[in-house]
């Protein structure tokens, strides 16, 4: 693996204020009307530069209510064979679009959105596989449309600021670093969770988050080893992964969808040591401690859920004719699927999707 620390931040960012419009309206479809699309779409709704125009189900009569419930312009679902997503993205005055389905689906309806030449953002995990994350990605660039994955908490302002501190020497030479992420999932073999066919487990739901600090800090690792605990139908209900770099740093993360934890980031340097308060994914506090000193805190509050700061960089991005955002780039989203393949490969975890790269 080829170590590449992300330094990007957002400097491209005309303020830090994520509602403050940068360019003219832009008209956003939504597949999916899951829980996850319903709490980005609220955020959505914020950017006075964002407009709910279309929505799409399988199912017409959810889409229907959705569009109803929020807002949108138009409606589709399933019919006559075309799928709802398809004819979401047959829509011409649709500007980008963001993927809310399962995992496993994401290629599927990504790729139509892209041959139809829309942009598109793609909820995390981006794809299954690095397979189908290097086609979306070399479509994307073929077509020139713009494509991101949804790792909403690289853009918030804490997390920012922690990357940011770690690179300014303040910590000394970041050592090692630690994160987890967990809490007891209902088991129910329906929930997409826990379904392998939609790329089910702690791994592709979790892990993004944990995975981020220690990219952010010392880049992507040069070995990794995987530990994991799958259930009867091959899914991974928990994992620990320890990564190593030729500099001699380390990393442990834990992602668990058996039970609760601390769900703190730990960053460690020579000089000093960052810890995240208030979860990893989104925390609200930062301390940090060097030597022997009094820690200092640094406080942060969100607007919204905290997804419009992903949803104002996909909307100047293409508002300015961009197709690659420089803070969340291709690089780091394909890096990260073939992270996840190695694990899965240690792990024993295979999805429906992996055969469809084989042939």
Known sequence: MTRHIERSWLSLQDSTDPLTPT?????????????????????????PDATLHAVSSRFADRAEEFAREF??????????GVPGYVALARD???DVVY???????HYEVAKAIIEAGKNVLVEKAFTINAHEAQELVDLARARGVFLMEAMWSRFLPSIQRAFEIAESGELGEVQWVSADLGFPAP???????WAVGAGGGA????TVYPLLWPVGTLGFPDSLTALGALNADGVDEQNVLALGYSGGQLATLTSSLRAHGPRIATVAGSEGVLTT???INNPNELTVQRGWDPARSERFDVVGRGYVYE???????????????????????????????????QLGVRYPNDERANR
Do not use: K
Not at 99 to 105: E, F, I, L
């Open 311 to 345: 949803l104002r960089e996909v909307t100047r991005c293409v508002q300015q004719g961009v197709v690659e955002s420089p803070t969340m780039t291709w690089a780091h989203t394909l890096s990260t699927m073939r992270l996840f393949d190695g694990v899965r490969r």
């Open 277 to 279: 308060v208030g979860g």
């Open 99 to 105: 993927v809310a389905t399962p995992h496993a689906q």
């Open 92 to 94: 011409p005055d649709v």
């Open 71 to 80: 807002g949108f312009r138009r409606h589709y679902g399933d019919d006559g």
């Open 23 to 47: 360019g003219r309206s832009l008209n956003w479809g939504v597949v999916a009307t899951g829980g996850i699309a319903r709490t980005v779409v609220r955020d959505l709704a914020l950017l």
């Open 203 to 206: 791994l592709l739901d979790l």
């Open 187 to 193: 088991r129910d073999p329906t929930h997409r969770i």
